[in-house]
């Protein structure tokens, strides 16, 4: 079986992320970044899935050449390959456009199993993983937070605010799978060591037969119009009730703040 991971490399959210300015796209090379903290739980399923059965592991990640780090960190976790699109051109894309150029590798690589994480950290829209699939025809079993393999058949545990759905398909299939299906592993000493002479093939749109004008800014449906930074955190507002005044004084500000 051929399992391919879909990695996002995105900025560290606890580093001081920032919009470039030329076109309010977000800062991806100027930034401390790392593999999407989402898709970690996506490369343990796939890991999980290996290891109870025969299957190779991919990692592919589109991005610029720092998102190289975040096939790193698969192959360290003991993935068995990556990938990494590498284009000047795909800068800018939105969710459209990615989808695209994730579907051409998918179908490149002849994935019989694509994994992906439920979101990515920097957008969160969550919506490729239902864009690549029906790009590749495949059906897909997604948000799942509990992950069984079974031959050809995936199943999974869809848990709701109220209740849970089974859901399964056959192979070849999508699958994404949430931040409660597992917990992802550290790399070892070893993984790390290993990861060194793992293959890593680097592609760019010329070899998936996509063309500049298919991504980038200009061809996205979205753009970020604005950017303006977060102002300060300011003093609270402390309410004291020495003559018991405190809960009108309570009221009072909520109701001004219109928080009530």
């Known amino acids: 079986m051929k399992i391919v991971v879909c990695a996002k490399f995105v900025p560290d959210a606890t580093a001081d992320?920032?919009?470039?300015?030329?076109?309010?796209?977000?800062?991806?090379?100027?930034?401390?970044?790392?593999?999407?903290?989402?898709?970690?739980?996506?490369?343990?399923?796939?890991?999980?899935?290996?290891?109870?059965?025969?299957?190779?592991?991919?990692?592919?990640?589109?991005?610029?050449?720092?998102a190289a780090d975040a096939v790193k960190k698969g192959l360290q976790m003991g993935a068995d390959a990556g990938v990494h699109v590498l284009d000047d051109a795909i800068h800018g894309s939105d969710a459209v456009a990615t989808s695209l150029v994730l579907a051409k590798a998918l179908a490149k690589l002849e994935a019989d199993l694509v994994v992906f994480g439920m979101g990515s950290t920097d957008g969160g829209m969550g919506v490729v993983p239902a864009m690549v699939s029906e790009r590749l025809g495949l059906p897909a079993v997604t948000l799942g937070s509990e992950v069984s393999v079974d031959g050809q058949t995936v199943r999974i545990r869809r848990d709701g605010d109220t209740a849970s759905d089974t859901v399964e398909g056959t192979l070849p299939l999508v699958l994404s799978v949430s931040d409660q299906a597992n917990e992802p592993r550290y790399p070892s000493f070893k993984g790390i060591m290993a990861a060194k002479k793992k293959p890593v093939e680097t592609w760019s749109l010329a070899d998936l037969e996509v063309t500049?004008?298919?991504?980038?800014?200009?061809?996205?449906?979205?753009?970020?119009?604005?950017?303006?930074?977060?102002?300060?955190?300011?003093?609270?507002?402390?309410?004291?009730?020495?003559?018991?005044?405190?809960?009108?004084?309570?009221?009072?500000?909520?109701?001004?703040?219109?928080f009530l």
């Open 17 to 66: 992320r920032r919009f470039r300015s030329e076109d309010n796209t977000v800062d991806r090379a100027g930034v401390d970044g790392l593999l999407s903290e989402l898709d970690e739980y996506a490369v343990e399923t796939a890991l999980t899935v290996k290891e109870a059965g025969d299957a190779e592991v991919t990692v592919l990640t589109v991005g610029p050449e720092q």
């Open 212 to 258: 500049p004008e298919q991504v980038g800014g200009a061809s996205a449906w979205t753009e970020v119009v604005e950017v303006t930074a977060r102002p300060a955190r300011t003093a609270g507002t402390i309410v004291t009730d020495e003559d018991g005044s405190g809960a009108a004084q309570l009221v009072e500000f909520l109701s001004t703040n219109k």
